[in-house]
């Protein structure tokens, strides 16, 4: 997951997915975007005051065939588990409503140390931002600070809940200053057998998060799962209806 | 000797085949996998010129780098059905579990509160004693209209010197849930499935059934007729007192 320091702007954080904290979003000159299928892209990291100060739009520049992230998410040197690869598009919102991030300062140092939890539970939308699905919920173990990056490292181990298509079960790096890939660990209902790999996107620390699932193992998606998503931008929206969960844009028996 | 013209043929350049080639390889040799000669080497018996078992093995191992790709499974040794297992795990209050830790300081049932815990595992007959259980729930939500609350949970389950077998997913004190199988280890090495929890008792006493696939036939003594649940449900005397002929091997405690 290398990644050219020139590109990446840091925030200086000392806590994950924090509801409270205000960052004031300086001014910085635009990122250089790189299309998904050659590396993470870099995407701004403002904890936005407000969801609408986004003053980067990245919807435009980001190419429709940056969802088939293949050269990441193909398996290397011609594994041939049975079944196709099935890519899932999800967006984590944290509202400030669920009580989320609980953060336990156990190492009870002043700084962000190995020792430090961090359970968590934000809302899920499809990747369309239509349709509310459920909910995430787990815990961040706290690794390392990392001044130089401005950041840290934790172990996040989580499940996605989608109502009655079941869950699944995710384990694997969560760095607050790039994006990473997480495993699929397993999963239940419509994601039975689940393998494969989760790409995670910050779009907002911490509140937007935009998750590409890699999924290998389980039969066909349903289609309201996998409408067409909206490119990752800081500024990305539920849908009106979604947020209220209006029976219409729920999927059955949403998880909250 | 078949294994040393194979492993010879890696000196000529070729990639060390995986264990799947070597056994491909065997197999197509006519030799059976512990490099003896096979009864009726099926594919020997063609009319061809004689060949060396150094250029055989060679052509072999060339040819077997290029018939594995179109083959749709590498797991076609392990059956592809799925494997019931039931097990009770009962907490008798000897294991200091749970240890709720109510680090959200909120006087009711929170984000932020964690209860590490440890219970008895039993077959699904009640017969025998597995091991134990161990692992993590994370409290997520405190759900006062359904009386309970909603947990991630992250554990395992040990079968002595059977293995273990980890999984994550939710649990609601107020109703039954599927848990993700994340994977195992001994006879449970590469499981994948899901897990059925049922309350019998809040908190003590929880019967599983666990959907499992990708791993060899489970031995008969895991696979007991199980005691349907019920909230008097109790291990037999001779498992609670981990007698040897009603545990498993070397059961984990």
Redesign the interface.
């Known amino acids: 997951m290398a990644c050219s320091s020139s590109a990446l702007r840091t925030i200086s954080s000392s806590s994950v997915k924090l509801a409270r904290s205000s960052r004031s979003a300086s001014g910085s000159p635009p990122k250089t975007l790189l299309p998904f299928n050659l590396s993470t892209p870099f995407l701004p990291k403002l904890a936005a005051a407000s969801p609408s100060s986004s003053s980067q739009s990245l919807c435009s520049a980001l190419p429709r065939r940056s969802f088939s992230c293949k050269s990441q998410a193909a398996p290397a040197g011609?594994?041939?588990?049975?079944g196709k690869v099935q890519e899932l598009c999800i967006y984590e919102i944290n509202e400030r409503d669920?009580?989320?991030?609980?953060i336990?300062k156990?190492s009870q140092k002043p700084v962000n140390s190995l020792g430090d939890?961090v359970?968590?539970?934000n809302k899920l939308y499809t990747g369309d931002l239509q349709k509310r699905v459920g909910?995430t919920?787990?815990?961040c173990i706290l690794i390392q600070n990392k001044p130089e990056k401005k950041g840290d490292r934790y172990e996040a181990?989580?499940?996605f809940?989608f109502g009655d298509y079941?869950?699944?079960?995710v384990?694997g790096p969560y760095l607050t200053y790039e994006d990473t890939y997480l495993a699929v660990?397993?999963?239940?209902?419509i994601?039975?057998?689940?393998?494969g790999q989760v790409k995670l996107q910050q779009l907002i620390f911490p509140f937007k998060l935009f998750y590409t699932f890699y999924l290998k193992?389980v039969k066909d998606l349903p289609a309201e799962l996998l409408g067409k998503p909206v490119p990752p931008n800081p500024s990305v929206e539920p849908s009106p209806a979604a947020r209220a969960c209006e029976p219409n844009a729920t999927i059955a028996n949403f998880t909250d | 000797m078949a294994s040393a013209t194979i492993s010879s043929s890696n000196h000529s350049g070729l990639a060390s085949p995986s264990p799947s080639l070597r056994r491909q390889a065997k197999e197509i040799s006519g030799l059976n996998l512990s490099g003896q000669p096979r009864r009726n080497p099926k594919l020997t018996t063609t009319t061809r010129r004689r060949e060396t078992p150094s250029t055989r093995a060679a052509k072999l191992t060339t040819r077997a780098f290029f018939w594995n790709k179109p083959k749709p499974s590498p797991e076609a040794p392990k059956p592809a059905k799925v494997q019931e297992l039931c097990v009770y795990e009962i907490n008798e209050r000897d294991r200091g579990s749970p240890a709720f830790l109510r680090l959200s300081e909120k006087p009711v049932n929170s984000l932020g509160d964690l209860v590490p815990f440890t219970n008895k595992l039993y077959s699904g007959d009640l017969q025998r004693r597995l091991g134990v259980t161990s692992g993590l729930c994370v409290v997520i939500q405190h759900l006062p209209d359904k009386g309970g609350d909603r947990y991630e949970a992250i554990y395992s389950f040990y079968f002595g010197d059977y293995g273990h077998i980890s999984v994550q997913g939710p649990y609601l004190t107020y109703q039954d849930t599927f848990l993700a199988v994340t994977g195992g280890s001994g006879i449970f090495q590469g499981v994948s499935g899901t897990v059925k929890l049922q309350q019998i008792v809040f908190p003590f006493k929880l019967f599983y059934t666990f959907y499992l696939k990708g791993i060899p036939n489970l031995p008969a003594e895991l696979l007991g007729k199980p005691v349907p649940p019920s909230p008097g449900v109790e291990p037999s005397p001779a498992a609670k007192a981990c007698e040897p002929h009603a545990t498993a091997p070397n059961f984990t405690n």
Request: charged letters at 10%; hydrophobic letters at 40%; aromatic letters at 10%.
């Open positions: 011609g594994d041939s588990a049975p669920r009580g989320s991030p609980a336990l156990l939890l359970p968590f539970s909910i919920a787990g815990i181990i989580f499940s809940y079941g869950h699944i079960a384990q660990t397993g999963g239940s209902g994601f039975e057998g689940a393998t193992g």
